[in-house]
């Protein structure tokens, strides 16, 4: 089968002669629709070896079901993949954590096949139905808007009326994140992004206030705007860099809520003391949840979060690396999720 292989940094491939993997038992085979990607190098976790296949946000049509195989789950339908690899007995899958297994990954990212190909064998869990309002191309972005599910649900938003919030980082996450506030009943909504592209994005997608942390005092200004007595109840940190942590911790009101959505690259300095003066919380979120997806479904169905707008661009797998990694990397801020059309 055709399908798009990682064989290392700057090494993607379009092969055509790919092996296709055997269904067993509990388990789907998948031909996938729509693929979305971030710029990130693949880390094998199962016993494959690089090269892998890649694409581990993505959508597909349901073409074959293993033995026993959920009664819900039907030959010809729609479906999200939730990628999720764990192993469901370390410490973490045992207390119900799966998301940071100890073992864990992500098909697409780690081995299990990807989005990226003609078929995909994954487990009869990982299928999410889509509702009929849903099409195969905003199914693709479940995946990135599930991370900023599971951020938000782990923030103090259920319990916190009209929350103000501060987002640092106006990326496909930060502005997933935006709409997730929003679907879910936040007051106020501020924004810290440096790219102008992005900026626009994040008023598109219904940020109240869009703020250019070069040019303006963010901690201040933020304060200000959430009535002058207190900064927000809940800041999330999606930019990952050394400046927002700080402006994340100084930023959040007393009591608040700091949560860090970003992954980081390295370790950078922190001074505990940024919190411990404001009585504040530092929560820490990894990845998402099956109930993550189903909020994600839900809230579209609903027409209460609508993503399309994250589509920037849509490509033909055969110009996965100028038409789509290259764009990622070399001229990011004009892009939020670009698809990889499987059938095009």
């Given at each position: 089968m055709k399908a798009a292989r990682y064989y290392g940094k700057e090494d993607i491939r379009i092969e055509h002669d790919v092996e296709i993997a055997k269904l067993g038992e509990g388990?789907?085979?998948?031909?996938?629709?729509?693929?979305?990607?971030?710029?990130?190098?693949?880390?094998?976790?199962?016993?494959?070896?690089?090269?892998?296949?890649?694409?581990?946000?993505?959508?597909?049509?349901?073409?074959?079901?293993?033995?026993?195989?959920?009664?819900?789950?039907?030959?010809?339908?729609?479906?999200?993949?939730?990628?999720?690899?764990?192993?469901?007995?370390?410490?973490?899958?045992?207390?119900?954590?799966?998301?940071?297994?100890?073992?864990?990954?992500?098909?697409?990212?780690?081995?299990?096949?990807?989005?990226?190909?003609?078929?995909?064998?994954?487990p009869a869990l990982s299928c999410?139905?889509?509702?009929?309002?849903?099409?195969?191309?905003?199914?693709?972005?479940?995946?990135?808007?599930?991370?900023?599910?599971?951020?938000?649900?782990?923030?103090?938003?259920?319990?916190?009326?009209?929350?103000?919030?501060?987002?640092l980082g106006g990326g496909p996450i930060g502005l997933a994140v935006v709409q997730v506030l929003l679907s879910r009943g936040a007051g106020l909504v501020i924004v810290s992004e440096v790219a102008a592209r992005r900026q626009e994005f994040a008023k598109q997608f219904g940020a109240h206030h869009v703020l250019d942390p070069r040019s303006n005092d963010l901690v201040a200004i933020s304060k200000e705007l959430c009535g002058g007595e207190n900064g927000p109840d809940i800041v999330f940190d999606c930019a990952g860099v050394p400046q927002s942590l700080e402006t994340a911790c100084k930023a959040v009101a007393s009591r608040g809520t700091v949560v860090n959505v970003a992954i980081w690259e390295k370790a950078v300095p922190f001074d505990p003391n940024w919190l411990v003066f404001r009585e504040a919380k530092y929560q820490a979120v990894l990845g998402y949840q099956r109930k993550d997806f189903e909020g994600v479904i839900e809230a579209i169905a609903e027409g209460k979060i609508k993503p399309e707008a994250m589509i920037t661009s849509k490509i033909r797998v055969e110009d996965l690396v100028q038409g789509g990694y290259t764009p990622l990397i070399k001229e990011k801020d004009k892009h939020v999720k670009i698809l990889v059309d499987m059938h095009a």
């Open positions: 388990e789907v085979r998948v031909a996938p629709a729509f693929s979305s990607f971030s710029p990130t190098s693949p880390h094998p976790v199962t016993k494959e070896k690089v090269p892998i296949t890649i694409g581990h946000e993505f959508s597909g049509v349901i073409k074959e079901l293993g033995a026993n195989a959920p009664s819900h789950l039907k030959v010809g339908q729609n479906i999200a993949v939730q990628p999720t690899i764990y192993c469901g007995s370390c410490g973490a899958c045992k207390i119900g954590a799966e998301n940071a297994c100890y073992n864990g990954g992500f098909v697409g990212l780690s081995g299990g096949g990807g989005g990226m190909s003609e078929s995909v064998v994954v999410l139905p889509l509702p009929e309002n849903i099409s195969l191309d905003v199914g693709a972005l479940v995946e990135p808007l599930a991370v900023a599910w599971h951020a938000v649900d782990a923030s103090p938003i259920a319990t916190v009326s009209k929350a103000k919030c501060l987002v």
